[in-house]
């Protein structure tokens, strides 16, 4: 059976032209002459586009605890969760589950192979988005290097993130910065700020690159995590990392961009005009061409507002913007068979009304409709 869409503006080539598209099963089956086709599904001028594809979004936290000592069962969370992804375009989402040992944050190595564990199961069963997992892990948590190898080789992980959030470099130049920072947010006390501490400095090189081999063993992208210096960056790319996250300054970006590393950073950061951790700005590298594609980070609805952001903060053409929340993405995840309006891919599709504050209002994932919200519209 097919499905017949037709729009004045369907995004392909990065352009926005007047086309039928052609559905058949889970797949685009062909691009047709806009009004060639007797009956189609007609969208009138809502635009067409690939569905959002999001590497890195901890949002499953919220869901699971929406108020803090309010906490609900992963399972339903991200039930849940998958039902907002669907109303929020973004049709491939990768979990980043964090491995370290904090319970002031609701993180440990058990909850992070639990929540692994649950959305897999889901994601083959019941789910209408593609859930996928990005393990976040914590390089003075070298015990998690036995449980994430073991999930890699399940084929539960598809992409591994390094994180070092100790004190001194990234988000915590100094040591004053870092106590401030966890005595405040986690209410610690002086003597447990120090047991953070003495934990964040102990590292165990073996372990950690015994991880690393593995991971590219099974072809996994590598990733860091708020890289604020050309040195560490260079480091990393030794090791193979491709994508450097929330990169701290416009010269790390630049560095990153010019030797082939990929720069991701948040979508809400964009929408809200700054970093909510004061860091720089995510227009600023937009502006300078140093900001390959957007992660929703925590806020999952940012994604398709920050493509008009930029369009109106930073003069990006939306058909740009949109190429860095879906085929950019796409790419650098390994998934060729989406993130792009073309013969043969994924039918993950997602319709916007942006005659108000831009919104979607049909999302259709392998051909079917998982979102629709058209009043008085039948797919």
């Not at 449980?147 to 399940?154: Q, S």
Request: glycine share 8%.
């Amino acid at each position: 059976m097919e499905t017949i869409l037709r729009s004045k503006n369907v995004l392909i080539n990065e352009k926005f032209i007047s086309a039928d598209l052609v559905i058949k099963g889970e797949f685009i089956q062909r691009i047709d002459e806009y009004g060639k086709n007797e009956i189609a599904v007609d969208l009138g001028d809502k635009k067409v586009v690939a569905g959002i594809v999001d590497l890195h979004s901890d949002a499953i936290e919220k869901e699971i605890e929406p108020r803090h000592g309010a906490t609900f069962p992963v399972e339903l969370a991200v039930a849940e969760l998958d039902k907002k992804l669907s109303m929020a375009g973004v049709t491939t989402m990768f979990h980043a589950i964090g491995f370290e040992e904090n319970p002031k944050k609701k993180r440990s190595l058990y909850l992070a192979q639990h929540q692994i564990e649950e959305i897999y199961k889901a994601n083959k069963n019941h789910l209408g988005v593609d859930n996928f997992i990005h393990a976040r892990f914590e390089l003075s948590a070298t015990d998690a290097v036995e449980p994430i190898k073991e999930l890699i080789d399940l084929g539960m992980i598809r992409l591994l993130s390094l994180m070092d959030h100790s004190p001194g470099q990234g988000q915590f130049k100094t040591l004053e910065k870092f106590k401030t920072y966890y005595s405040n947010y986690y209410g610690l006390d002086d003597d447990e700020v120090q047991d953070v501490v003495n934990k964040k400095l102990n590292k165990d090189e073996d372990k950690i690159n015994d991880l690393i081999n593995h991971a590219k063993k099974h072809n996994l992208t590598l990733l860091s995590h708020d890289d604020d210096c050309i040195q560490k960056l260079q480091g990393l790319l030794d090791i193979g990392v491709k994508i450097s996250e929330f990169p701290l300054d416009l010269e790390v970006a630049k560095f990153a961009v010019s030797k082939g590393i990929a720069t991701g950073m948040g979508a809400p950061n964009i929408v809200r005009g700054g970093s909510q951790s004061g860091n720089i700005a995510a227009i600023e590298l937009v502006r300078e061409g140093v900001c390959k594609y957007l992660c929703s980070d925590y806020h999952p609805t940012s994604m398709l507002q920050a493509v008009y952001r930029m369009k109106e903060d930073a003069n990006l053409p939306l058909e740009k913007g949109f190429s860095m929340v879906t085929s950019t993405p796409a790419a650098y995840a390994n998934l060729d068979d989406r993130g792009v309006i073309a013969e043969g891919k994924r039918a993950d599709i997602i319709v916007i009304d942006d005659s108000n504050i831009p919104k979607v209002v049909l999302t259709i994932k392998d051909g079917e409709s998982i979102y629709n919200g058209i009043r008085g519209f039948k797919l």
